[in-house]
């Protein structure tokens, strides 16, 4: 009798082993997943601003620093958001991530200063629909982040909670993600388009 209580003991031990691990492994996969859709939101945007720049070079020829700060933010952007890609919630991607992101909006915010004291800009349709989809997407990316922190906190919760944290030290990697976040107060203001 006490060899099948015995038994018992151990194969219930097993499955809720079995039923942790698996836990955390579908809240690593929806984190991550959450990450790739942040992903494709920062790669919608980063190919609206080529278009951008170039529908605006010929009524901005005197502001070529500023499409050029404009074009290396993104291409900096789109390194990390590459870097990220590959490692999502890992503490380092997520701040050159977040880094880069910012000196963009920055970066997208000092073209929008310029673009708006150009009346000709403003009555060109195809830079006002390229500033609606930016302007969209941009709104796309902080649903998609806020998403992503959701199944960051969801996971990193699980996984520190007491007994979960022994059985992921014991079965794997199951290290801290981090959040997405913003650093810059102009980077959290809301983009405004006035065309």
Excluded: C
């Excluded at 006002?128 to 919760?157: C, H, K, P, W």
């Amino acid at each position: 009798m006490g060899e099948w209580l015995f038994a018992g003991v151990i194969a219930a031990l097993l499955l809720y082993l079995i039923a942790v691990y698996n836990r955390l492994i579908r809240l690593r996969n929806q984190y991550r997943n959450a990450f790739a859709q942040i992903d494709v939101q920062l790669q919608r945007r980063h190919d609206l601003i080529p278009n951008l720049v170039s529908a605006t070079r010929a009524y901005l020829r005197h502001e070529q620093d500023t499409l050029t700060r404009v074009t290396e933010a993104r291409r900096d952007a789109a390194k990390a958001r590459n870097d990220a890609a590959l490692h999502p919630g890992e503490s380092g991607a997520m701040t050159r991530l977040s880094q880069a992101e910012n000196l963009l909006s920055g970066s997208l915010a000092q073209f929008r200063a310029v673009a708006e004291s150009h009346p000709e800009l403003q009555a060109d349709t195809t830079v006002s629909d390229l500033m609606e989809a930016l302007t969209s997407t941009e709104n796309r990316i902080g649903f998609a982040r806020q998403a992503f922190n959701d199944a960051v906190m969801g996971y990193n919760t699980y996984r520190e909670q007491f007994p979960n944290n022994m059985i992921g030290g014991l079965f794997g990697p199951f290290r801290a993600a981090d959040l997405l976040s913003l650093e810059t107060a102009a980077a959290r203001q809301a983009v405004a388009v006035r065309f």
